[in-house]
Each structure stands twice: as structure tokens, then as C-alpha cells.
């Protein structure tokens, strides 16, 4: 994969919004997105050996590795423009610390941010930047 790829809930609410932060921040259009649940999503979990049913957790590919839950929105931050990069000073902080922490998050993000009915469709001028 020349681009890094990542996959999110697609019914997310919280989740939509990340991609969308990360989008704006992406001044290089650097990043691909799909939904865990769509069949690019699917396809990429299959091949990287991931559960295709658990949707806890965000996926970030990026060449040959496969980075999930806190280490992949670390992983992110440390590639958008401005300040953001800096949030990468948090991958010191032990793994199972931070994904505890990102685990209470995804436990009640639907209750606190809500859920659609269907996956997000990107806008056609960000079609591009999704994978099919």
C-alpha cells in the first residue's frame, strides 16, 4: 500500500468525525479510508488476519504493519499538518494504560455520540480518497 489506510466504524458517529478531523488536517490527501464494515474493510481485515465482526477498534495500516486502538490514532496524529504530531509524545505511556483509556471511550461512544443507520458516503470530490 503506498498510502496509509485507515478503517473506522462506518455507524460511528465518533468515529465519522475522526475521519472527517483527519481529512481536513491531511493537507497531502497522504491517508485512504474505508469502513471496517464495507468490503474493502472486510477484505484488508481478512488479509491481515483481524476479526471481521469486532468493531471496537480503528485499524491503521500503514505499509506492511498493522497498528490498533490508542497506538493507531497515535500513529495518526504523529502524520496530520499543524500541532497534532506532538500528541505522539503519548506512545511513552504504556500500551495497556492507553488503550484502557481508549477503551471506555469506544464502549460508550454510541450512547454518548450516537449511530447511523448506514455507513458514511463520502462527498464525490472525497470519493477518491475511499477505498471500494
Known sequence: MEHPVLLFDGVCNLCNKAVQFI???DKDALFRFASLQSDAG???LNQHDLPTEDFDTMVYLEGDSV???STAGLRIARRLGGLWPLLYAFIVIPR???DAVYGVIVRNR??????R????VPTPDLR???LE
Open 67 to 69: 497498528y490498533t486502538r
Open 110 to 115: 454510541y450512547r454518548w455520540f450516537g449511530k
Open 117 to 120: 443507520d448506514d455507513c458514511m
Open 23 to 25: 481529512i481536513k488536517r
Open 96 to 98: 495497556p494504560i492507553r
Open 128 to 130: 477518491a480518497r475511499f
Open 42 to 44: 472486510q477484505a484488508l
